[in-house]
């Protein structure tokens, strides 16, 4: 079974973009681990500790473990002090796939994110940097979608496993909750934002035959293997 590193700015960040997919790899005996690079202390809801909390619990529902780099919320630069934190728990955990966020965002820590990601994959196989641990680079890196979309290059059908994401966004209740006298109003909370992440969803899925599915794109031509690897990593539901 495959080994995927799912990695985000801040907690909830893979569980929008991919929480469906996280769900439906554990399901079939996958080893998820999901990176929070932040602790989104900066949030305008919620304290760093109780965001821990939360992004603890949704990582049970969804199976997968997690971990958090302990960089800076909307201060992290990359760098080669960040470059060099990823790439050893990518020689670490060796996974097979690494997803970060897609490089066109609204938030810049997004952004920032998925070059992380796109630079750290590819340093982790170089064996003479940061020597410590052994050379791995993951045969694929792919990107997930947070508050925009594109054309995918693949998608995976979830459908079997949407109620777990929803569970799993739940379980941020300080960003999701927008209870009266509970919270200040953000774009999170705002419940068109919870819509747009669901009609995203439906809309790959629909275009594809299925009730739910989550976009992914690759940079660049990507190899596979057999015409049957096509059909999905998680198989059919």
Known sequence: MATILAVGAHPDDVEIGMGGTVAAHTAAGHEVTILDLTRG??????????????????????????????????????????????????RRLRPAIVLGPYWEDRHPDHVRCSRLVTEAAFAAGVAKFAPGRAAHRPPLTAYYFINTEAVPSFVIDVSAH????????AAHRTQFDRSPGHSRGTPLNDPNFLSFVQSRDR???????????????????????????????????
Request: aromatic share 6%.
């Open 162 to 169: 949407y109620e777990r994401k929803l569970a799993a966004l």
């Open 203 to 237: 809309l790959f899925g629909a275009k594809t035959g299925v009730t739910f599915a989550e976009g992914f794109v690759c940079r660049g031509l990507q190899r596979i293997a057999s015409l049957t690897d096509l059909t999905g990593p998680a198989g059919s539901e």
């Open 41 to 90: 202390e900066l949030s305008t809801n919620g304290t760093a500790r109780e965001r821990a909390a939360e992004a603890l619990e949704a990582a049970a529902i969804l199976g997968a473990a997690r971990e958090d780099l302990g960089l800076p919320d909307l201060g992290f630069a990359v760098d080669g002090e960040s470059v060099r934190a990823l790439v050893d728990v990518i």
